[in-house]
C-alpha cells in the first residue's frame, strides 16, 4: 500500500468517525423529539431532517458552498472574525457530511423509540423520574440494536459520500481528498488498478459493518 493510499483512507476514517461523533447526541435528541406527538413543528423538523434523502448530493453540496464562500458574508465573517475556513477544508467535510448523514442517525433511533410500549414510560414518570433520566436510562437501553444500526449506517455513509464532499472539499491530497474522491480522480484519470484498490476497500468495510450488525442485532433479539 503507498503512502498517498493510507494517506486518503485515514482521511476518509476520521471523517466518517467524527461525523458519526457528532451525530450520535444530535440523532438521539432529534429521534426522541420527532417520537413525541406529531404536529406542526415536528412535522417541520422531520422534514428538514429528511431533505438529504431526497435531494440530489451536488444540489446540497452547492447551496453549502454559496453560504460558506469567502466572497459570501457568512463566509467572510467565519474565515476573518473566527479563523474559520468551510470551503475546501477538512471542517467544511464535516460539516456538510453531518448534514448529509443527518437522517441516517436520526431515522432508525426515531423508529425504535416509537415502536416501544408507553408503558415503560408511564412507569418511569410514576416512580418519579424526569423525562430525561427516562430517555437515557429507561428508553434508550431498550433500543440497542437500533443506536447500533443508527451509528454503522451513519458510518458507512458518510464513509462513501462523493457528490458533497466534491462539491465543498475539491480534492486536496491530505486535507480533503478522501476514498470516495480518489475512486472517481482514478477512474477518470483511466487508472483502474489504483480506483479497484480504493472502491474494494470502501466495498469490504462497508459489507463487514453492515453484517457484524444484522448479526449482533439478530443474535439479540433471539435472546429476548
Not at 476514517?13 to 435528541?29: D, N, V, Y
Not at 468551510?86 to 457530511?97: A, R, T
Not at 462523493?162 to 481528498?177: N, Q, S
Not at 474494494?200 to 433471539?222: D, E, G, H, P
Request: proline letters at 5%.
Amino acid at each position: 500500500m503507498d503512502h498517498e493510499f493510507l494517506i486518503t483512507m485515514r482521511l476518509s476514517f476520521s471523517l466518517a468517525f467524527i461525523t458519526t461523533l457528532i451525530l450520535l447526541p444530535i440523532g438521539i435528541f432529534l429521534g426522541y423529539f420527532l417520537s413525541l406527538k406529531r404536529n406542526l413543528l415536528t412535522s417541520l423538523t422531520e422534514t428538514l431532517v429528511y431533505m438529504p434523502l431526497v435531494l440530489p448530493p451536488s444540489v446540497l453540496g452547492f447551496y453549502l458552498l454559496l453560504i460558506f464562500s469567502p466572497s459570501s458574508f457568512l463566509g467572510a465573517f467565519l474565515q476573518d472574525a473566527l479563523n474559520v475556513k468551510l470551503v475546501f477544508s477538512f471542517q467544511g467535510l464535516i460539516l456538510g457530511s453531518v448534514i448529509f448523514s443527518l437522517p441516517f442517525m436520526v431515522s432508525p433511533i426515531k423508529s425504535a423509540l416509537i415502536s416501544l410500549p408507553t408503558s415503560l414510560k408511564e412507569a418511569s414518570y410514576s416512580l418519579g423520574k424526569g423525562e430525561y433520566y427516562t430517555l437515557f436510562f429507561v428508553l434508550l437501553p431498550n433500543i440497542k440494536p437500533s443506536l447500533l444500526m443508527a451509528i454503522i449506517t451513519t458510518f458507512t455513509h458518510t464513509i462513501g459520500e462523493f457528490g458533497v464532499v466534491m462539491m465543498l472539499g475539491g480534492d486536496i491530497l491530505g486535507e480533503t481528498r478522501v476514498a470516495s474522491i480518489a475512486v472517481f480522480n482514478e477512474t477518470e484519470a483511466l487508472n483502474y488498478p489504483k480506483a479497484h484498490q480504493y472502491a474494494l476497500t470502501l466495498t469490504l468495510i462497508s459489507f463487514s459493518l453492515l453484517f457484524v450488525t444484522l448479526f449482533l442485532n439478530k443474535k439479540q433479539s433471539s435472546f429476548l
